[in-house]
């Protein structure tokens, strides 16, 4: 199982980014794919989930309306669109799998992949 994930950069405050998530050597359909954030000195978090299988998606609090995950089952990659940033948003965000229906929890999570930071400039 790898991921990997891009679409990482600098952006201003109100701007957007999307980020990318592409597995390999799984079978997409059966797991929960998140992405995470860390920023520097805090606790990884949970942003937003989605199980594949279903579409169902869990979106944190902060990021309700802002942010949207979406699947592309053929290409095997999760995205992640994320509008209207703002300086907050600024973490290395990764992508994990979870073989867990509505996985939400960091602890479900079990493969990852490697980070891409995301800077938002006020």
């Known amino acids: 199982v790898q991921l990997q994930a891009s679409g990482g950069g600098l952006v201003q405050a109100g701007g957007s980014l999307r980020l990318s998530c592409a597995a390999s050597?799984?079978?997409?359909?059966?797991?929960?794919i998140g992405w995470f954030r860390q920023a520097p000195g805090k606790e990884r978090q949970v942003v937003s989930s989605?199980?594949?299988?279903?579409?169902?998606?869990y979106y944190t609090a902060s990021v309700k309306g802002r942010f949207t995950i979406s699947s592309d089952n053929a290409k095997s990659t999760v995205y992640l669109q994320m509008n209207n940033l703002k300086p907050e948003d600024t973490a290395v965000y990764y992508c994990a799998t979870s073989r867990i229906y509505a996985a939400r929890m960091t602890s479900d999570y079990d493969i990852w992949g490697q980070g891409t930071l995301v800077t938002v400039s006020s």
């Open positions: 989605i199980s594949v299988s279903d579409g169902r998606t």
């Open positions: 050597e799984f079978t997409f359909d059966d797991y929960a």
